[in-house]
C-alpha cells in the first residue's frame, strides 16, 4: 500500500453480532483519506472542505490521538513504544470527517509509511461513546506491506456496552486505488461472537466528489450516531446482558501482542 492522493471513500457499515442473540445492522457512511500533515495536506483546494476550522466538510486533527492540535507526536509515540525501526515518513489517516462541526468515529486507521513511501506500520484508534479511546498499533516486515493485511490482538478497551473486554480482534484490511474493505471481528473462547465490515469506493477529494453525494455527507454523523444508538435499544429488547463501561479518557498506554 502506498499513498493515496487525499480522497473521499463513499460505502456501507454492516454489523452483525452472532452471539448470545443474532443481529445485524447496516449504515451509509462516507469517510475522507488524508495526510495528518506536510504540504499535500495544505494543497487540497474545495470551498466546501477545510482544515482545522468550520465547513460543511473539515478535518481536525484534534478528533484523533490524544486530542492535540498536532497528530505526528502522537503517531511517533506509538511506534516508538512498539520500538520501530524505520524513519517516520507520510502518515495518512482513514477517518470520518466533520460535516456542520459534527463527527464520531468509532474506528480511525493511520496509514504510517516510511521515508520511501513504504508501508510499515498500521494504528488502529477505537472511540466510544464515554469519550475514550484507545490504540492498536501494528508493525509490519518489510517484505509484508501488499494490498491485503491481517493482524490480530487481545481486546483491551471497552466499546460496546454489551461486551465485556474478554476477547480477542482480528483485523483485516483490503486497498487498493479504487476501493477499501476493513474487517474486524470479535473472537471469543474460540468462536466469532461480533464481525465489523466496512466497504468503500475511494474517490477525489475535491469539490466535484463532494458535490455528488450532499445528501449522505448531511446526515453522515446522525446515520453513524443514530445507528448505534438504535442498535443498543434493539438488543436491550433482546434481552443482552449490559456491562459497566470504563470511563476515562484516552488510553495512551504502551502495549504488548
Given at each position: ?71 505526528r507526536p502522537w503517531v511517533e509515540a506509538q511506534l ?24 464520531f468515529n468509532p474506528v480511525t486507521i493511520l496509514f ?10 498500521v494504528i488502529f484508534q477505537v472511540s466510544n461513546f ?128
Open positions: 500500500m502506498t499513498p493515496l492522493p487525499a480522497s473521499l471513500l463513499a460505502g456501507e457499515v454492516g454489523h452483525t453480532r452472532l452471539t448470545p442473540k443474532r443481529h445485524a445492522l447496516r449504515y451509509g457512511m462516507q469517510s475522507i483519506l488524508l495526510d495528518i500533515d506536510g504540504p499535500e495536506l495544505t494543497a487540497i483546494r474545495s470551498p466546501l472542505f477545510s482544515v482545522d476550522r468550520f465547513n460543511l466538510v473539515s478535518f481536525h486533527p484534534r478528533d484523533h490521538g490524544r486530542g492535540e492540535a498536532a497528530l516508538a513504544a512498539e520500538d520501530a525501526d524505520f524513519d517516520i515518513g507520510q502518515v495518512q489517516i482513514l477517518a470520518a470527517p466533520r460535516v456542520l462541526g459534527l463527527v504510517c509509511h516510511d521515508r520511501t513511501g513504504k508501508l510499515r506500520a464515554h469519550g475514550g479511546r484507545c490504540a492498536y498499533t501494528f508493525l509490519l516486515p518489510r517484505n509484508e506491506a501488499g494490498e491485503s493485511l491481517r493482524f490480530s490482538c487481545r481486546k483491551r478497551f471497552f466499546v460496546s456496552p454489551f461486551n465485556n473486554t474478554d476477547g480477542e480482534y482480528r483485523f483485516r484490511l483490503d486497498r487498493d486505488a479504487a476501493s477499501l474493505r476493513l474487517g474486524i471481528q470479535l473472537w471469543r473462547d474460540g468462536a466469532c461472537v461480533l464481525s465489523a465490515v466496512q466497504k468503500c469506493e475511494i474517490r477525489p477529494l475535491d469539490t466535484a466528489g463532494l458535490l455528488a453525494a450532499p445528501l449522505s455527507l448531511a446526515f453522515n454523523t446522525t446515520k453513524i450516531v443514530g445507528a448505534i444508538l438504535f442498535e443498543a435499544l434493539r438488543l436491550r429488547l433482546k434481552g443482552l446482558k449490559m456491562y459497566t463501561p470504563r470511563h476515562g479518557s484516552i488510553d495512551t498506554r504502551p502495549w504488548r501482542q
